[in-house]
């Protein structure tokens, strides 16, 4: 999002905050409701709009299968992986098991996450992710669900993990450049 675009999106929030307190203050006729209503669409599908989701098309490239590093950190082998390969887009999958694992919950409110150590052993049940550019270089953001011998789960963003055994599944995806940057509105670094 651009400086005009992000411009944009606070106009029509802070109009968007006028428009409510108007309706507070307003009277309460039917046609005051409709004429309300109208502009509060017509606001909402401009501040859709002007925060609309980043879409790409993409053809599939080069596909990696292969071993995860026994005693390894999933997150930076791949991210290291992907460097080396020149990979700037893509889709990964991985299975396994790990010795310990950090995860992220994302607290919306503070903008921050909330980071959960395990420190077991654990099953991969599922882990996937993507593939893009931050500060010019390969970023993997990888989700994860782990299980224990109980079945009993956890999940998360993976920050970091110990590798027991694992392989991965890599598409690498050809188009443009998909680049996260920092946004002020949710904390996170989102594509632009």
């Avoid at 925060?51 to 005693?71: C, I, K, N, Y």
């Avoid at 694992?101 to 996450?113: K, N, S, T």
Wanted: aromatic letters at 10%; hydrophobic letters at 40%; a neutral charge.
């Amino acid at each position: 999002m651009t400086s005009q675009d992000e411009e944009r999106y606070r106009r029509l929030r802070q109009g968007l905050g006028q428009i409510v307190r108007m309706r507070e203050l307003g009277p309460k006729s039917p046609r005051w409701n409709r004429a309300w209503k109208r502009l509060l669409w017509q606001y909402e599908k401009a501040l859709q709009e002007a925060s609309m989701t980043v879409v790409a098309e993409f053809q599939p490239g080069r596909a990696f299968l292969g071993r995860l590093p026994e005693e390894g950190d999933l997150v930076a082998f791949l991210s290291d992986f992907c460097q080396k390969k020149g990979v700037q887009a893509g889709w990964i999958s991985a299975i396994g098991t790990v010795r310990r694992a950090v995860l992220g919950y994302f607290d919306q409110e503070r903008q921050q996450y909330r980071r959960i150590s395990i420190e077991n052993e654990m099953e991969i049940a599922a882990c996937q992710g993507n593939v893009s550019l931050k500060d010019g270089k390969p970023f993997v953001h990888l989700h994860i669900l782990l299980s224990d011998e109980e079945g009993a789960t956890f999940a998360g963003h993976l920050f970091e993990s110990t590798l027991f055994v694992g392989e991965f599944w890599l598409q690498e995806l050809l188009g443009p450049a998909l680049e996260r940057h920092p946004d002020p509105r949710s904390g996170l670094s989102l594509w632009k």
